[in-house]
């Protein structure tokens, strides 16, 4: 199942973010350097100069946590041993946190780092300084794969020039009950699949007839004929209000998780209502992808390492 590398691009947050920022998660976006790029491309997880390690993470009016230093040397040259020096780019980070709240989710154009969420105390992707924002980013296989692979299932196979970017989006708690994944083809809703098939909701269960209506209600309002792609897959949430809002857009190829469907069977489905797929009983609960992904890596901040006199990198 093939897409196009436009389709792809349009899914981008950078894409679509101002035309439904009405009824999606406030976020701040931060290009990114080239230089940045190479550096979460590279191996090993060495936190920049300047950077500090999350528990000791303090924000203030104007304070990014970083040292002083040169404001106009944001390059790296990748050299092995050498630790690289973003200092202006740290310092948006710490602002666009701080602007939101003081809480942030982050990602890059496509994909968030959630596979990485065991590098930080709070297990979640939870971020209140950039030195989080930089763990999760470095730890994760999905950031990679924005980096090395978002183009893999497109015809021609060759990607496009585009901007790298940061975005920064505003901490919200959502239940994980709450979260939902709709697979839209030529512009209608086929499937919506429980976002988190590892638990089992009774409420879910008991009102999928209901949750359905609102999801295709929020979608018809504020989706249909809208968007760039007319097949897409689209990932919605419940508020604490009992509204329904926009969390993300997916390209609607095999690089796109189908939970609870397969992506054989969204290729041909063809219904006038949407099929609602959830956990029906504990005992039908699904392992999660994500588990495999919880190994120790070793994490090396040269500044902390200094200052505290420790010989050896930190294992988090």
């Not at 939902?180 to 009102?207: A, E, K, L, M, W």
């Not at 209901?210 to 897409?232: A, C, P, S, W």
């Not at 969390?247 to 209502?273: I, V």
């Amino acid at each position: 199942m093939a897409v196009s590398t436009e389709e792809v691009l349009n899914c981008a947050i950078p894409k679509w973010y101002d035309n439904l920022k009405a009824v999606t998660i406030p976020s701040v976006f931060i290009p990114l350097p080239e230089q940045f790029v190479e550096y979460l491309r590279s191996d090993g997880i060495i936190l920049p100069q300047g950077c500090i390690l999350p528990q000791m993470c303090v924000h203030g009016d104007g304070d990014d946590g970083s040292e002083e230093g040169d404001d106009d040397d944001d390059g790296w040259s990748g050299e092995e041993g050498e630790v690289p020096e973003f200092t202006d780019l740290l310092g948006e980070m710490e602002r666009g946190i701080a602007t939101l709240g003081g809480a942030v989710v982050p990602k890059l154009n496509w994909s968030a780092p959630k596979d990485a969420t065991w590098i930080i105390s709070s297990n979640t992707l939870k971020c209140t300084c950039a030195s989080e924002v930089l763990l999760l980013l470095k730890s994760s296989d999905f950031v990679a794969h924005d980096l090395s692979r978002v183009f893999k299932y497109c015809t021609p196979d060759v990607a496009p020039a585009f901007q790298y970017m940061l975005c920064l989006r505003q901490w919200r708690d959502i239940h994980p009950s709450g979260e939902f994944r709709c697979f839209v083809r030529h512009d209608s809703i086929i499937g919506i699949s429980q976002r988190h098939y590892t638990q089992h909701f009774d409420f879910v269960v008991s009102h999928k007839d209901q949750l359905r209506d609102e999801v295709v209600e929020f979608f018809t309002k504020y989706l249909k004929g809208r968007f760039f792609n007319t097949n897409y897959v689209v990932d919605v949430f419940k508020t604490d209000e009992g509204g329904v809002r926009l969390m993300d857009f997916n390209p609607f190829c095999p690089m796109t998780d189908p939970l609870l469907f397969t992506w054989e069977e969204l290729a041909t489905l063809d219904t006038q209502s949407p099929v609602v797929r959830v956990v029906e009983s504990p005992g039908v609960v699904q392992p999660s992808d994500l588990y495999h992904c919880r190994l120790p890596k070793v994490v090396e901040c040269s500044q902390v390492i200094q200052n505290h006199n420790i010989k050896e990198p930190l294992l988090l």
